[in-house]
């Protein structure tokens, strides 16, 4: 059983910065891919950026620049560093891992982040 847990989440203002965590505990796989999705009020779930075990990183057009996704696998840990954070970041940010050994797909329950004046 692997489980996710997300923490780092809070409320800044426009320009502001947070750092996410989501620690993986359980039998992992050691080639997976970890992610860190969003979704605002009203919206879709959607994938912010995401990292392989090797540390290949991909983000979404909206993020690049601003968020840096890291991760520690010796602590089978993720990070995100959200940076000039906008209103528009506003969301409950999701981890998930993906991992073919057995195919499975984990998301853990999600940090708000709040954006606001």
């Known amino acids: 059983q692997v489980q996710l847990v997300e923490s780092g989440g809070g409320s800044v203002q426009p320009g502001g910065s947070l750092r996410l965590s989501c620690a993986a505990s359980?039998?992992?796989?050691?080639?997976?891919?970890m992610s860190w999705y969003r979704q605002g009020p009203g919206k879709e779930r959607e994938l912010v950026a995401s990292?392989?075990?090797?540390?290949?990183?991909h983000y979404v057009d909206s993020v690049k620049g601003r968020f840096t996704i890291s991760r520690d696998n010796a602590k089978n840990t993720m990070y995100l560093r959200m940076n000039s954070l906008n209103p528009e970041d506003t969301a409950v940010y999701y981890c998930?891992?993906?991992?073919?050994?057995?195919?499975?797909?984990?998301w853990g329950q999600g940090t708000q982040v709040t954006v606001s004046s």
């Open positions: 359980g039998s992992i796989f050691r080639i997976n891919v």
């Open positions: 998930n891992l993906v991992q073919q050994v057995p195919l499975t797909v984990h």
């Open positions: 990292i392989s075990s090797d540390g290949n990183p």
